[in-house]
T-cell receptor, first 115, second 113 residues
Framework: DAGVIQSPRHEVTEMGQEVTLRCKPISGHNSLFWYRQTMMRGLELLIYFNNNVPIDDSGMPEDRFSAKMPNASFSTLKIQPSEPRDSAVYFC?????????????FGSGTQLSVL | DQQVKQNSPSLSVQEGRISILNCDYTNSMFDYFLWYKKYPAEGPTFLISISSIKDKNEDGRFTVFLNKSAKHLSLHIVPSQPGDSAVYFCAASRLTGANNLFFGTGTRLTVIP
């Protein structure tokens, strides 16, 4: 299996621009998570989906952030407009709910820099 | 509010010695705990876990200890190897209910050859 695939690996953008991060979960997994890693807060859960349905988006910092999962094999995290404080590494992870669901499988992350 | 805390941002250990990484949590509802390991430019990968019905779980060189009364867990690596150099994240969840993990801020372990 190719694992969780995220794109792009690096994104540099200017403040105010729209940013879209993409994720392809492991085939057969039915839970998908978006995390953000910062030095101060470690890995923060932003939102997660079960069977393509958003379950908990309480970690989404502001209305500037939105996430979608139109099908079982694709998810996006969008920031519009982006701000310098959004600079972080964003990870997507997937798991198979009902089994070892706590054992998340992470992608390699997207390093976002907002100038 | 950080529910899982790793108060040591970094740790250096000589090769062959024991590495001890610590983690504290505040939510008494947590009943399942995990350690993840992260190399640069990669995502975290699962290392070892423990449920609250146990106080120790061992897997090769890695052992996790859980002290529920103190809301504290630790990861022991014996003997430490240079390839163990990475960032280690502690995580916690509830076995029932929401299937999301709460992570700490990580501890960077450097094993010196």
């Amino acid at each position: 299996d190719a694992g969780v695939i995220q794109s792009p690996r690096h994104e540099v953008t200017e403040m105010g621009q729209e940013v879209t991060l993409r994720c392809k979960p492991i085939s057969g997994h039915n839970s998908l998570f978006w995390y953000r890693q910062t030095m101060m807060r470690g890995l923060e859960l932003l939102i997660y989906f079960n069977n393509n349905v958003p379950i908990d988006d309480s970690g989404m910092p502001e209305d500037r952030f939105s996430a979608k999962m139109p099908n079982a094999s694709f998810s996006t995290l969008k920031i519009q407009p982006s701000e310098p404080r959004d600079s972080a590494v964003y990870f997507c992870a997937s798991s198979l709910w009902g089994t070892d669901n706590e054992k998340l499988f992470f992608g390699s992350g997207t390093q976002l820099s907002v100038l | 509010d950080q529910q899982v805390k790793q108060n040591s941002p970094s740790l250096s250990v000589q090769e062959g010695r024991i590495s001890i990484l610590n983690c504290d949590y505040t939510n008494s509802m947590f009943d399942y705990f995990l350690w993840y390991k992260k190399y640069p430019a990669e995502g975290p990968t699962f290392l070892i876990s423990i449920s609250s019905i146990k106080d120790k779980n061992e897997d090769g060189r890695f052992t996790v200890f859980l002290n529920k009364s103190a809301k504290h867990l630790s990861l022991h690596i014996v003997p430490s190897q240079p390839g163990d150099s990475a960032v280690y994240f502690c995580a916690a969840s509830r076995l029932t209910g929401a299937n999301n993990l709460f992570f700490g801020t990580g501890t960077r372990l450097t094993v010196i050859p």
